[in-house]
């Protein structure tokens, strides 16, 4: 499996969706070691956008989960409080990333930011299924 492909075949999805809605978003995706893959920033997508994608696809690419699933974890007292405080601040339990997977082995990371928490959601959400 080419990452880098995959990325770019993602990233079309994902900007499909967002046109769908007319949101534009900011898409990244991270491989396993926090490297960066691949960014896209749709037009009139807020500058912000693009810092907070890559903290979303970082943060699932290196911990596995749907940043979404980890805001109950990062709560004070839960098992997770301490992680959005470690690597200068780079992880985020903000929803709209994802971990990316084939052959039930995690590869990746995608974030998607632009529009709300919730619209971020559900736009990575159709480009994935």
Request: charged share 15%.
């Given at each position: ?11 079309e ?23 960066l ?19 979303k ?15 109950p ?34 590869f ?10 919730e ?11």
């Open positions: 499996m080419d990452i880098l492909t995959t990325a770019k075949l993602l990233a999805r994902v900007e499909a969706e967002a046109a769908k809605v007319r949101i534009p978003v900011s898409v990244c995706v991270v491989d396993i070691h926090g490297n893959v691949l960014q896209h920033r749709m037009n009139d997508a807020p500058a912000f956008s693009m810092e907070i994608s890559e903290r696809a970082y943060t699932s690419a290196l911990v596995g989960v749907r940043t979404a699933d980890l805001l974890l990062v709560q004070p007292g839960q098992s997770l409080f301490a992680l959005l405080t470690m690597a200068g601040g780079r992880y985020t339990a903000m929803g709209g990333g994802a971990p990316l997977k084939h052959e039930g082995r995690l990746a990371g995608v974030g998607v930011s632009g529009g709300t928490v619209q971020d959601i559900a736009i990575v959400d159709a480009a994935l299924s």
